[in-house]
């Protein structure tokens, strides 16, 4: 008991002390940036919180397999193309979410990556649950929310590893880390290796989530925070994983500087000749009513983001599966000129929804 209390206090210390530190390193960067034009102040470029370009029924169920076996959900797949092939690297929960949230070990070892191979309209033609490979030993741990990036002709997975602190499983405590790491996909053994976490040159919460990543140039770009800041990392070593800071720059978008921060969803894709297309997402509410995503273009010369949509491209709220509240993007695919957004719904199933690029273009407005 003595034990236990003692591992509460020094794990309540240290998210204290990592608090102030980053309260400390907020007001120093705010201070040195007072002059900066972090808002846009143009109210009739104000982007919205309201609708949705993309409405809820056009949203499809892509995934309708293995639900035997993974009755949990299968949701949150990354996508990626490789020898001719189409997959999606998925999350499959091996328990439903009451069972996690009453039993510690159900919900630490929980969670398997399970590789689909499908057809262009995302038809399932087989599915495996990759073995995990090289994975820490010692500790307790599950990986999920697969997004896939690929590089020097590899396929890479980079996703969430939620670690527990030594007393979870003795009592009733939602605590968590999640640190953001890179595994390598093996599609011929069915394995995912882990290959380790990459190193910024700043300093991280015990909560990292939604790093996005693009090979750009033959170079590979962390994509880390859009707003309030919006923050680049640049790989520097491979071997390693070391990457350095590219772009810091404050980003408030009126219309959503209310919302105390903007996060990544999707991975960079091709949009045309100068810009790249990928997603952001907010949550709205203090009981979470819904997720809301936004497109954006951004620069090919500069990696700096110069449109958004007006309106969010998609909302939860009339979602499938255990929450209505949640679509998650985590992933992007051109189809001739228009996309195919990829995600989970309610955390249960995964989805899909066309978004037509005429559309999409209308509802753009500039945040240079």
């Known amino acids: 008991m003595l034990t236990e209390k003692k591992l509460i206090l020094e794990h309540q210390v240290r998210r ?33 919180c309201d609708g949705a370009l993309i409405p809820s029924e056009a949203v499809q169920i ?3 397999e293995g639900f035997d076996r993974y009755p949990g959900g299968i949701y949150n797949p990354g996508h990626f193309t490789c020898a001719g092939k189409s997959y999606l690297l998925a999350r499959g929960e091996k328990h439903m979410e009451i069972e996690r949230a009453r039993d510690a070990s159900k919900m630490m070892r929980g969670s398997a990556p399970l590789l689909t191979e499908c057809s262009p309209d995302f038809t399932v033609q087989s599915m495996k649950e990759l073995q995990l490979v090289g994975f820490p030993s010692r500790v307790d741990f599950r990986a999920e929310d697969f997004r896939v990036f690929i590089f020097q002709e590899q396929v890479y997975a980079h996703h969430s590893l939620i670690q527990f602190p030594p007393y979870f499983r003795y009592r009733d405590d939602k605590t968590y880390f999640s640190k953001q790491v890179i595994s390598r996909v093996d599609i011929e053994k069915k394995q995912l290796v882990y290959c380790g976490a990459p190193a910024l040159d700043r300093n991280l919460a015990l909560i990292e989530k939604n790093w996005l990543y693009l090979e750009h140039d033959g170079e590979v770009y962390l994509f880390y925070g859009f707003s309030p800041f919006y923050l680049v990392q640049k790989l520097v070593s491979w071997g390693r994983f070391e990457f350095k800071t590219f772009i810091d720059m404050p980003l408030r978008i009126f219309g959503l500087h209310h919302l105390p921060y903007v996060s990544f969803s999707s991975n960079p894709v091709e949009y045309d000749e100068k810009h790249y297309l990928l997603f952001v997402h907010a949550r709205r509410g203090k009981q979470i009513l819904d997720y809301l995503h936004w497109g954006v273009l951004i620069s090919k010369t500069t990696l700096k983001p110069v449109f958004i949509s007006k309106k969010p491209v998609l909302r939860g709220g009339n979602a499938r599966g255990v929450y209505p509240h949640v679509i998650f993007i985590t992933a992007v695919i051109p189809s001739g000129r228009d996309f195919d957004i990829i995600m989970g719904e309610g955390d249960y199933y995964s989805s899909v929804a066309k978004l037509e690029r005429s559309l999409f273009e209308k509802n753009l407005i500039s945040i240079e």
């Open 16 to 48: 204290l002390e990592e608090v102030s530190k980053r309260l400390a390193a907020a007001v120093e960067t705010v201070d040195s940036r007072l002059n900066a034009k972090t808002i846009l102040d143009v109210e009739s470029d104000a982007v919205s």
């Open 62 to 64: 892509i995934i309708r």
